[in-house]
């Protein structure tokens, strides 16, 4: 920071001569025909060693790609996202690659576009690390909030303009979201599930609605996935800067002269891949915006002295602000469910159906995986048939949360996570509903037909890892399957929230020019799942900020940090 102090924000021969050096490199995809947002990505290393721009975004993920595309519109943008192109990875394109997804993260693939960690709890979890973030490497389905989500957001303060968040889902919609076909076993379920009461059918919708439904996915009709990356297509791209491999190690803070006014942000520092450092900085009136994700965020501001005391001391980072919430209530939605065998082979398909209780307590999923044996070995034996098809439940709103803290000071690990997952016994009350509900779904003879010839005659479900239980109305059994099949939904949020870490507004609170714009500010899931959401709120915050800063004349005149 010392180094940057006789900088001058508003040099215009510099901020000239960054874009000028920009305007000379080579993309690094170059695309010919129609312009193509390739032509805004860049790998780090062809970046400047200082530049400056309007609004500097910190991550190119879910909702990152729709905040820089809809701020590229009339500012200078740089997107920084310490991943690669989503394009570089075939596994991202297609469900079938979702588990080369998963297993690659697990075992600790080098480059693989997601980061494994493993949260104190014990349960193995994945982020994504690439352009589009989680929803490059994600399940694909696709619904809006529920009522409560937005209430939770009200109740914090935050003022929604319904007609804007309503224009924003659509925009996001317009370009990335599909409606989907059932395949036979999702078929079969969503009967199951109305057997079971989840009442009523309400065909296909991406509204959040009580019952049973098909909702969207970001996987198109020839199976290839839309992620977040695409909505940078709507950018101006003559504005937009995306510097891949790029990770922000540090926000860069100063103090107006007399130090009586809050800190404010002036910039980030940034690391490529050869692991030379880069400085970018905001012109005046500019934003530097953490888009990091609910790990990522956080992470980044204690990293930057701006957190607890006590989680920064052991590290020596010198405090900046002190924030007592920063990577406090985190939370993560318990998955629980079952996996059976299928007798017969079917293709990889994930989630795009599901139920939704009538107090959108839990919600259940489906989907099918396949892992290809040789075709004789699986005609010979369905035994070895390896399509399995997994039931899982979610717990909406768990209330059980938990925080996150620093592993050291080296932005590239993890930091610690603990999310207390069933620490409250409301979250188990709302899983054991579940598993009821799930157990009642087995039991519909729609599902018939996916059972082998049991032992002893009549016919069963092969399961793999923990059976349904036999009696459904003993709670102690479901409870014991609520634990011993707990994994993650990967909906992990809070870290930043609403009221305790930004305002209304998403500002950081007690620092001018900072901004957090993602899942780390929910204090709730929002719907069945997240993702329409977080790339409806970049685009809803983006349209915002556009109204409060932008005039002809660039910046709204009177708008002085
Ligand atoms: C395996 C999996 C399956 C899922 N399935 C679904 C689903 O089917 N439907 C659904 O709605 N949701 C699903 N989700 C959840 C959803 O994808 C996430 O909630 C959402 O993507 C989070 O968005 P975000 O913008 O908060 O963070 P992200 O999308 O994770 O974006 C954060 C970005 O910031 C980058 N970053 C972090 N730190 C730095 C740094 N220091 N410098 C530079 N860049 C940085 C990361 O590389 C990342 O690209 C799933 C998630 C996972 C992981």
Same mark, same amino acid.
């Given at each position: ?150 209430? &939770?957001?009200?109740?914090? %303060? ?5 007609? $804007? /968040?309503? +224009?924003?889902?659509?925009? @996001? !919609? *317009? ?14 379920v969503?009967?199951a599930l ?33 992620? &977040?990356?695409?909505?940078? %297509? ?5 504005? $937009? /800067?995306? +510097?891949?491999?790029?990770? @922000? !190690? *540090? ?86 469910g079952v996996t059976i ?14 139920g ?8 259940i999923e489906t989907s ?21 098809a997994s039931l899982f439940e ?41 598993m009821?509900?799930m157990?009642?779904v087995l039991?519909?003879?729609?599902l ?20 349904m ?93």
């Amino acid at each position: 920071m010392e180094k940057f102090k006789s900088f001058s924000l508003s040099s215009p021969p510099l901020i000239f001569l960054s874009f000028l050096f920009l305007s000379s490199l080579s993309p690094i995809s170059p695309s010919g025909g129609r312009r193509h947002y390739n032509e805004s990505l860049f790998d780090a290393t062809l970046l400047p060693n200082t530049s400056t721009y309007d609004f500097i975004i910190v991550g190119g993920g879910t909702a990152g790609c729709p905040l820089a595309a809809t701020l590229s519109q009339h500012f200078k943008v740089l997107v920084l996202e310490s991943g690669r192109n989503n394009q570089d990875y075939p596994q991202t394109a297609t469900e079938d690659g979702f588990l080369q997804i998963l297993a690659d993260a697990s075992s600790g693939v080098a480059n693989s576009p997601a980061q494994s960690f493993t949260s104190l709890d014990g349960v193995s979890n994945i982020r994504g690390r690439v352009l589009g973030g989680g929803s490059s490497v994600n399940g694909g389905f696709y619904s809006r909030a529920q009522p409560a989500f937005f209430e &939770a957001g009200a109740a914090a %303060g935050i003022v929604w303009d319904m007609g $804007l /968040v309503n +224009a924003s889902y659509e925009w @996001v !919609e *317009k370009k990335v979201v599909h409606r989907p076909k059932l395949d036979i076993w999702q078929t079969a379920v969503g009967g199951a599930l109305l057997e079971a009461n989840v009442r009523p059918f309400n065909g296909f919708s991406v509204e959040h609605l009580e019952g049973t439904k098909i909702s969207g996915t970001t996987f198109g009709p020839d199976g290839r996935r839309h992620s &977040a990356a695409e909505l940078l %297509g709507y950018a101006k791209l003559t504005n $937009l /800067v995306v +510097a891949l491999r790029a990770t @922000v !190690e *540090k926000i860069l803070l100063d103090i107006h002269p007399g130090g009586l006014k809050k800190p404010f942000a002036k910039g980030v520092m940034y690391r490529d891949s050869l692991g030379r450092p880069h400085y970018a900085f905001l012109r005046p009136q500019g934003e530097v915006i953490l888009s990091a994700g609910a790990l990522g965020s956080p992470h980044l501001l204690l990293l930057s002295g701006i957190g607890p005391p006590n989680l920064l001391r052991p590290w020596h980072i010198p405090l900046a602000v002190s924030h007592p919430f920063v990577g406090q209530f985190l939370a993560d939605n318990p998955q629980t469910g079952v996996t059976i065998i299928s007798p017969f082979r079917l293709p990889t398909y994930l989630s795009k159906l599901v139920g939704i209780s009538n107090s959108s307590s839990f919600y259940i999923e489906t989907s099918t995986k396949n892992t290809p044996l040789h075709p004789q070995i699986s005609a010979a034996s369905p035994i070895l048939n390896h399509t399995i098809a997994s039931l899982f439940e979610k717990v909406a709103c768990p209330v059980s949360t938990g925080s996150l803290w620093l592993a050291s000071a080296d932005v590239q690990d993890n930091p610690v996570v603990k999310f207390n997952y069933f620490a409250s016994p409301v979250d188990m009350g709302q899983c054991i509903e579940g598993m009821r509900t799930m157990a009642k779904v087995l039991k519909s003879p729609k599902l018939e037909g996916f059972k082998f010839p049991g032992v002893f005659g009549g016919k069963e479900f092969r399961y793999v890892g923990p059976e349904m239980v036999r009696d459904e109305e003993d709670d102690l059994q479901l409870e014991g399957l609520c634990r011993k099949s707990l994994t993650t939904f990967w909906h992990y949020h809070g870290g930043c929230l609403v009221g305790k870490v930004v305002d209304s507004e998403y500002r950081v609170i007690g620092v001018d020019s900072l901004r957090v714009v993602d899942g780390s500010t929910f204090a709730v899931s929002p719907g069945t799942n997240p993702q329409a959401t977080v790339m409806m709120l970049g685009r809803y915050v983006g349209s915002q900020l556009t109204k409060e800063k932008w005039t002809p004349n660039r910046f709204a005149a009177g708008k002085k940090r």
